[in-house]
């Protein structure tokens, strides 16, 4: 079709180019791909909201269950529960911080 070699590399590239497209469409529209959800059902009480890479082992997700969402680490080593009773959709209270308990007067050596 083309004779030129320039042109066959820029339709082979245009071409690869367009699969991964329509691939990384059809991953994200059924949910192959991890970290996207894909079609979202009113009838479902779990869900993973959330994924991301903390390092080549370990992962953390985000699952929702009813109203609720919890906060996992999963790994090699095996899995941590890192936070739970998260508000659906909404950023978790901060706990109480601790307070200071006042400093006590230090009496000075003297020399």
Known sequence: MFD???A???????TVIVLIGVLTYFGK????IAGVSGKKSAGKRLG???VANVDATRRLILVRRD??????LL???GDLLVEQGIPKGGI???????EKAPEEDVPWMEA
């Open 67 to 72: 109203a609720t969402e919890y906060l996992i």
């Open 8 to 14: 066959n590399f820029v339709l082979a590239l245009a």
């Open 48 to 50: 993973i909201i959330e």
């Open 92 to 98: 978790a209270k901060s706990p109480d911080r601790l």
């Open 29 to 32: 529209r059924f949910g192959l």
């Open 75 to 77: 790994g090699l080593d």
């Open 4 to 6: 030129s070699v320039l």
